[in-house]
């Protein structure tokens, strides 16, 4: 039987990546998105507007039916406590509502870990201030501590350095403490994806960089 997921937040750069890698999977996608007429255009894909600031209530009703979720909506600094963290909250309780065990989230590096921000400081691009990137992963640190400490959920926590346009390699590290600074957009999107095919990965939080290792080999060993 064809797997249905929910992905929310399906315009982003890695959600519309993320999305085409889940239909050459042969997965249908429910996208919600708040500008659903954005999201990429396919037969396997139905297009939805979500809002964020909504009901639970009304959240799971967009998502009944869905084997799995992904939580990769961002707001870019614009709405962190409503969409970044009050937001990621309210999809896992509707995900619970709607008895959806599997839940991906795409985070940030060390979001759990406040002591090495610092770390973190001195790779980020510099048009991104250290209050910028702090309130980000403040919201970050809320959403994935809730999605640890607060639920049932089959979770997965993607944490990946910092995000580039560079062409994917389909080569990651997965918790290398040596990591490099930047991760290809593309190779972020195909291992969400190839991660729910691996229920090794259930209850971990996987921080991502660049690296040699096969997508695949890396998330089989973990």
């Known amino acids: 039987m064809t797997k249905k997921v929910f992905v929310v937040g399906s315009t982003g750069r890695v ?25 990429v255009k396919n037969e396997h894909v139905e297009a939805v507007k979500i809002d964020l600031h909504d009901s639970v209530e009304n959240i799971a009703k967009l998502m009944q039916g869905m084997d799995a979720v992904y939580f990769v909506a961002g ?17 896992m309780q509707a995900a619970e509502k709607d008895g959806i065990k599997r839940f991906i989230m795409l985070s940030s590096l060390y979001a759990l870990e406040p002591e090495k921000w610092e770390e973190v400081l001195s790779i980020i691009p510099s048009s991104e201030t250290r209050d910028e990137f702090t309130n980000y992963n403040i919201a970050k640190f809320f959403a994935d501590t809730y999605l640890v400490s607060n639920t049932n959920l089959d979770y997965t ?38 991660i729910l095919n691996y229920d090794n990965t259930i209850h971990q939080v996987i921080l991502m960089s660049s690296g040699d290792e096969p997508i695949d080999e890396a998330l089989a060993s973990i």
Not at 26 to 38: F, L
């Open 15 to 39: 959600a519309t990546e993320l999305i085409k890698d889940l239909v050459k999977a042969d997965i249908d996608v429910k996208a919600g998105a708040r500008h659903p007429e954005r999201v």
């Open 75 to 91: 707001s870019r600094g614009r709405d962190l406590l409503q969409t970044d963290a009050m937001g990621a909250v309210k999809v």
């Open 157 to 194: 926590i993607l944490q990946p350095s910092n995000l580039s346009e560079e062409a994917g390699t389909g080569r990651i590290s997965i918790n290398d403490q040596r990591k490099s600074s930047s991760n290809p957009i593309a190779d972020v999107a195909q291992t969400l994806a190839d």
